[in-house]
């Protein structure tokens, strides 16, 4: 089915650990973006993407990377893994502004 | 900061009834959207609606927006239990950053 698949789905690291959040769409979609989502908070937004070779910072871009280097791939690195950076992490992509945005089903991380 | 400020923080109706959310944002937008969160899972976009327009419809859904008050509501008619879920606005200012408020949890009891 189409639309955007993110893995892993749940994922426990100790402080300091680095991993990358992977996320992948089959739409074709220009736009990506990265979102974590903690109790109460809504959802802020990490990095996003406007195309391939193209990424810039959102509100909370400390201590993760991104790099865009197909239109189908959006990973999201964590460079050292620390406890304020538990969260649900969510990824989204939109092909015209004429649509809402597609998003994924969510990456629990825990850090301990 | 976000964007978007959503009110009551909590609704609890019953089944039947109407629900009535709010959403204030700051800065100009080309478009709002709203998005439904059930429990655990991702986020589902329920409508768009841009910033030349001040009504839009969909099924039991009714979306305002008026600029000048920078504010926004969704109104879900006949609830169902099924309609349990958090509620979010999201602002587009033209830049592709969608911009999240921080939500109206909803509870329709059966």
């Known amino acids: 089915n189409a639309g955007v698949t993110q893995t892993p789905k749940f994922q426990v690291l100790k402080t300091g650990q680095s991993m990358t959040l992977q996320c992948a769409q089959d739409?074709?979609?220009?736009?990506m973006s990265w979102y974590r989502q903690d109790p109460g908070m809504g959802l802020r937004l990490i990095h996003y993407s406007v195309g391939a070779g193209i990424t810039d910072q959102g509100e909370v871009p400390n201590g993760y990377n991104v790099s865009r280097s197909t239109t189908e791939d959006f990973p999201l690195r964590l460079l050292s893994a620390a406890p304020s950076q538990t969260s649900v992490y969510f990824c989204a992509s939109i092909g015209t502004r004429n649509y809402g945005y597609t998003f994924g089903s969510g990456t629990r991380l825990t850090v301990v | 900061s976000q964007q978007g400020e959503e009110d009551p923080q909590a609704l609890s109706i019953q089944e039947g009834e109407n629900a009535t959310m709010n959403c204030s944002y700051k800065t100009s937008i080309n478009n709002l959207q709203w998005y439904r969160q059930n429990s655990g899972r991702g986020l589902v976009h329920l409508i768009l609606?841009?910033?030349?327009?001040r009504e839009k419809h969909s099924g039991r859904l009714r979306v305002t927006l008026d600029t000048s008050k920078k504010s926004s509501s969704l109104l879900i008619t006949a609830s169902r239990a099924a309609d349990t879920a958090s509620y979010f606005c999201a602002t587009d200012d033209s830049s592709y950053k969608l911009i999240f408020g921080s939500g109206t949890r909803l509870l329709v009891r059966p």
């Open positions: 609606i841009r910033s030349n327009e």
């Open positions: 739409m074709n979609h220009e736009y």
